[in-house]
Nanobody, 121 residues
Framework: QVQLVESGGGLVQAGGSLRLSCVAS????????MGWYRQAPGKQRELVAT???????NYADSVKGRFTISRDGAKNTVYLQMNSLRPEDTDVYYC???????????????WGQGTQVTVSS
């Protein structure tokens, strides 16, 4: 069993900052990448940022220069520092991990339960 637990969401005014955290726990052999996605009601889930085990990072164009993703490999934790938040950043943010649970298992996607981020204008 693998669990991803997010924290740090909430309500903030436009221009403010929030920091999201996500801890992966359970039977984890190796993590390929961790990241953040977001989804508004009735819309598809979209990439926000990902970070691979080698350190390569990918951001959505809409958050470049405002959001920073980082990772603590020893703690199986990924962070998302969100600055200069805008009302359009309001969404449910989901943590994702691409990982294996044993030497023989394939890479599998796991998701957190989501955390609400609301930015007021």
């Amino acid at each position: 069993q693998v669990q991803l637990v997010e924290s740090g969401g909430g309500l903030v005014q436009a221009g403010g900052s929030l920091r999201l955290s996500c801890v992966a726990s359970g039977t984890i052999f190796s993590i390929n990448s961790m990241g953040w996605y977001r989804q508004a009601p009735g819309k598809q889930r979209e990439l926000v940022a990902t970070i691979r085990i080698g350190g390569s990072i990918n951001y959505a164009d809409s958050v470049k220069g405002r959001f920073t993703i980082s990772r603590d490999g020893a703690k199986n934790t990924v962070y998302l520092q969100m600055n200069s938040l805008r009302p359009e950043d309001t969404d449910v943010y989901y943590c994702n991990a691409l990982l294996s649970t044993s030497f023989r298992s394939t890479w599998t996607d796991y998701w957190g339960q989501g955390t609400q981020v609301t930015v007021s204008s």
